[in-house]
């Protein structure tokens, strides 16, 4: 497996303290990774270097919700699990219904604990570690009901994206 390039390079382990009652031991990379400042640039980075060594995980959308011109939709994410999410184009809610994440975006670092709920701006791309089997739900306002064009709506086109940060 290839190193991560934006890992500090000391060895120091007190990065893991912070996880250790997890329920699932944290790999000591990703704990190195969550300790770093990070920017938007460093999740395309992970993103791009998740999708070349890791097993892909995009977590089955069990059920969909329509009512009145809203949209929600659970996601479960496993215990000791990295996922970034696509950048969304319209803000919305969203709910942690279990768990414990910490969460990653251009708006830094947090950990929230279930339950809480907080609303995500437009343009916002999050990265989430699982400390234990979460539960997050996203509410958005649409009166579309196919998926394929609810994903069109919602998401952002991430090569567009990526091309214009560039410039």
């Not at 300790?35 to 977590?59: F, R």
């Not at 509410?139 to 567009?160: A, I, R, S």
């Amino acid at each position: 497996m290839q190193q991560l390039a934006l890992l500090p390079e000391d060895d120091n382990v007190n990065y893991i303290l912070p996880y250790r009652n997890d329920q699932v031991p944290m790999d000591p990379m990703v704990a190195r990774f969550l300790a770093s400042d990070l920017t938007l640039n460093d999740i395309y980075i992970v993103q791009d270097w998740i999708a070349e060594n890791m097993p892909n995980y995009t977590g089955p959308v069990a059920e969909h919700y329509f009512s009145d011109g809203l949209y929600a939709r659970p996601l479960d994410i496993p215990a000791g699990i990295l996922a970034i999410g696509h950048t969304h184009a319209k803000g919305h809610l969203t709910m942690l219904m279990k768990g414990d994440l910490t969460i990653v975006s251009r708006n830094g670092k947090e950990r929230v604990k279930a339950p809480c709920i907080w609303v995500d701006e437009p343009g916002i791309k999050r990265m989430v570690y699982a400390h234990q089997d979460s539960t997050i739900v996203t509410v958005h306002g649409t009166n579309l009901t196919d998926l394929k064009e609810l994903e069109e709506e919602l998401t952002v086109d991430e090569t567009t994206l990526r091309s214009m940060e560039a410039i």
